[in-house]
């Protein structure tokens, strides 16, 4: 045998042998009860989706009653505060893959922290909602015309699954400031068939 010979047959081999090892992994898989069934679709079956929302805590001059999202009375500034969007529902049918989040927060510059993030599998019944956290990274203080804010951003990589009939809704902390915050997010994804039970 020559020596390309010999090279070309040394990968035929370990081509094979990697082909049995992803068999025997999807094997495993498949026969996971616990894990969401899938159909193993191409590109075109991917229906592309994309979510935006904004959670905003309105400052002291901004409330126009004497109350604060979540009944916090107003001589009450400076507790920390939670907030939730809406619920994001995924068809019967299809599972949602979210793939990217991208996410901007603009809050008090001193010393207040946000932390943000994604809940979801409201709809599981007998399970708590997961909550994934999207980090936050402080990009510096900016002087705006109605105040100095601390701006924060994340792009964030991600694969989660959300069954058909199950929801998501995205989450914000604030630390707590008698200023105004707010944080805004994007996040893209697809749709794909739900293998039937």
Request: hydrophobic share 40%; glycine share 8%; proline share 8%.
């Given at each position: ?58 400052g002291a001059k901004d409330v126009p009653k004497d109350e604060y999202p979540g009944d916090i ?118 749709l794909m068939p739900m293998r039937p039970r």
């Amino acid at each position: 045998m020559t020596r390309t010979s010999i090279a070309i047959a040394a990968f035929v081999s370990a081509m094979a042998a990697a082909i049995g090892s992803a068999e025997l992994g999807a094997q495993a898989i498949k026969e996971n009860k616990a894990a969401t069934p899938v159909f193993d679709v191409n590109e075109a079956a991917k229906k592309p989706v994309a979510y935006w929302t904004k959670l905003h805590f309105p400052g002291a001059k901004d409330v126009p009653k004497d109350e604060y999202p979540g009944d916090i009375p107003k001589e009450e500034f400076g507790r920390a505060v939670y907030l939730e969007s809406e619920d994001f529902f995924v068809p019967e049918g299809s599972i949602l893959v979210l793939e990217y989040a991208n996410a901007v927060a603009c809050y008090g510059p001193d010393g207040e922290k946000m932390s943000i993030g994604i809940k979801t599998n409201y709809n599981s019944p007998g399970s708590a909602p997961a909550s994934l956290k999207i980090v936050l990274t402080e990009q510096g203080v900016f002087v705006e015309p109605d105040g100095a804010y601390m701006h924060a951003g994340s792009s964030q990589p991600m694969k989660i699954y959300v069954r058909g009939g199950d929801s998501f809704r995205l989450t914000a902390w604030r630390s707590g400031a008698p200023t105004d915050a707010e944080a805004e997010f994007w996040l893209t994804g697809y749709l794909m068939p739900m293998r039937p039970r």
